[in-house]
């Protein structure tokens, strides 16, 4: 009996000092589960103070964000603001609009080399050519340094800006202008990609074509989206030339072609360059009808889309 009850006493006391290891070990548990994450809050704006007039601001905007540390967080908003958690440290961001007709994405993953290019027109190309469709409104927004502290919130915005220009032409024809049956157009020395980051072009290579329509009996207007004309800028050779082929009701046809850069145009960086031509048709004997330009005027608005690269005056 007393070797049972020294036992009991022994078990007894094994018995708490195992059920005091197990509440230790489960306090210990629950400190480690309410362990805050070294996380933050983001939210972030877009201010459209920068949207082209006349033009809506696009259906949803794609974010990304650039950790130091190499990391790349992606999401989307399409109601103009975006929130979410993120580790904490310091990122760079691009908020760019991705759905756009006539465009492609390249370099996403590296915050500098990011860029936005114009599809290729394949059904014009020659072998030393390289035609690009229209691209639609590109809106690129970026931020240099967004911090994210641990259980904090950062707000801040992001100013989208377009990316695109816009040339519009008018097209008034004089003298036996109702001797033109057709119409086509083509502007030369076009950037086909843009950095995302930047918005800076680097080659003014690219042809894309422009769809003359008539709007009365001797005017007819064009427009086309691009990246980005060729820049005033020593190390850019390469000029702005609108191509406009008439072809007449007696079978014949006629190319002319005019610079819009250099010393014509006041800034080419502009979103808006506008174009009015005058033409004057005229009969001839030998080749049935003729076609001269009597007038060329390029004027630009004030909004601009700086685009020219290595340029010192540039913010970034």
Known sequence: MGKIAYMGRVSLRCAALAVGMTLLASSCVKRNLYVKPDEGTVILDM????????????QQMSLYFYGENGTLLRGTTDNGTFTTVLPSGNYKVLAVNEEVEGVGFNNMSDYDRAYAYALPLNKLAKADEEWVRQPGWVYSGHLLEVNVLKQDTTLTTVVPEPMVQ?????????????????????????????LLSTGECNDYAALTQLEPQQVAGNHYTANALVFGVAAVNPDVSVDNKVRLELSFNNGGSQVLEETITGDVIEDPTATEININVEIEVSANSEVG????????????????????????????
Not at 298 to 305: A, E, I, K, L, S
Request: proline letters at 6%.
């Open 166 to 194: 816009r040339v519009s032409m008018n097209i008034y024809l004089t003298g036996d202008y109702d001797a033109v049956a057709e119409m086509s157009a083509a502007l030369s020395g076009v950037a086909a990609s843009v």
């Open 289 to 316: 009808f003729t076609a001269v330009i009597t007038g060329w005027e390029v004027t630009t608005d004030g909004m601009n889309v700086d685009n020219r690269p290595n340029d010192p005056t540039k913010q970034q």
């Open 47 to 58: 201010d459209w103070k920068n949207l082209v007039q006349g033009e809506n601001p696009p």
